[in-house]
């Protein structure tokens, strides 16, 4: 069966960095545009970044182009998400998705607070 597993989430202070992980299972991964979205306290689930199965093309929300970075590891299944110069407007559950498939992981919590 399909699972994603967030991880790498934590406590970090303005201007910090975090690395997500996202382990993929029971599906084809390396076939799956994969993206990144989030959820900040009280709002709804916005897209954050995409990457494509295999040419690896990205894209981004205004709100973060210069300061995320999404990759991923076909050998490995799984994606991520580099996230420099957080800012407290950044605090959210992120998940993962397989474009496509109807899954959602548990998520991991951001938080950016001094």
């Known amino acids: 069966q399909v699972q994603l597993v967030e991880s790498g989430g934590g406590l970090v202070q303005p201007g910090g960095s975090l690395r997500l992980s996202c382990a993929a299972s029971g599906f084809t991964f390396s076939r799956y545009t994969m993206d990144w979205y989030r959820q900040a306290p009280g709002k709804g689930r916005e897209w954050v970044a995409k990457?494509?199965?295999?040419?690896?093309?990205?894209n981004y929300v205004d709100s973060v182009k210069g300061r995320f970075t999404i990759s991923r590891d076909n050998a490995k299944n799984t994606v991520y998400l580099q996230m420099n110069s957080l800012k407290p407007e950044d605090t959210a559950v992120y998940y993962c998705n397989a474009r496509g498939v109807d899954y959602w992981g548990q998520g991991t919590q951001v938080t950016v607070s001094s």
């Open positions: 990457i494509t199965s295999i040419i690896g093309a990205t």
